[in-house]
């Protein structure tokens, strides 16, 4: 008499199996969380640099010793922290705001930095010098 089902061996091939399948599900679904996260920090540094460039040299033909919320009009202050909440510049922040030559609050350059988890740090330099 012949009984139906599985043998071991093709019930630890169909485990094995889904152990390979659920491992490249969460590792592709890491790195997609990552790429998103790195995105979203280009996007910020972009926003505080086109709004630097655009609106605040424009009007104050300088740059701020430090970036706030008050001192760059338009801009979601959301924008001035990274993923984890710390704001441009604080101690273990993904965003860098570094400022050169200045001079009564007043700067002539600056450099933008983001941290990114999958790629070289990105950077925007000011424009206008």
Do not use: W
């Not at 655009?54 to 919320?69: I, Q, R, S």
């Not at 922040?93 to 009564?104: A, F, I, N």
């Amino acid at each position: 008499m012949r009984q139906r089902g599985f043998t071991v061996l093709e019930l630890i091939v169909a485990i094995v199996f889904l152990l390979i399948a659920a491992t490249v599900f969460f590792v592709q679904t890491r790195d997609l969380e990552t790429k998103a996260r790195d995105s979203a920090r280009k996007t910020a540094i972009n926003e505080l640099y086109y709004n630097l460039e655009d609106v605040y040299f424009v009007a104050n033909h300088g740059y701020p010793e430090h970036l706030t919320a008050e001192g760059l009009k338009g801009i979601n202050p959301e924008q001035l922290k990274d993923p984890s909440g710390k704001a441009v510049g604080e101690y273990g922040s993904d965003y860098r705001y570094e400022p050169k030559d200045c001079q009564s609050g007043k700067c002539k350059s600056y450099t933008l930095v983001a941290n990114l988890e999958n790629e070289a740090d990105f950077e925007k330099t000011s424009r206008n010098k």
